[in-house]
């Protein structure tokens, strides 16, 4: 299927598919979106993440780990 772009008139593929969980690249999206968070936020994410099956708890130990060494290379 595809979708004209309104603005252009371009016809443009659908988006692709997100990462299945558990892949480094849904990993390191979800470390993306978890340093932009306020710690409120991030403890309401875990919850919800954790009870749909999308990550545990390893997974979020290797996200807290890394949002520090993360956010030190986007300084």
Partial sequence: MQIAHVATGNWLDPPPPPPPPGTSKFIRELQLTYRTMTQRRRRLFVVIAT???????????????????TLSIFD
Avoid: A, F, P, R
């Avoid at 009870?51 to 060494?69: A, H």
């Fill in 51 to 69: 009870c749909q099956g999308l990550v545990n708890s390893e997974d979020i130990e290797k996200i807290e780990d890394n949002t520090s060494k």
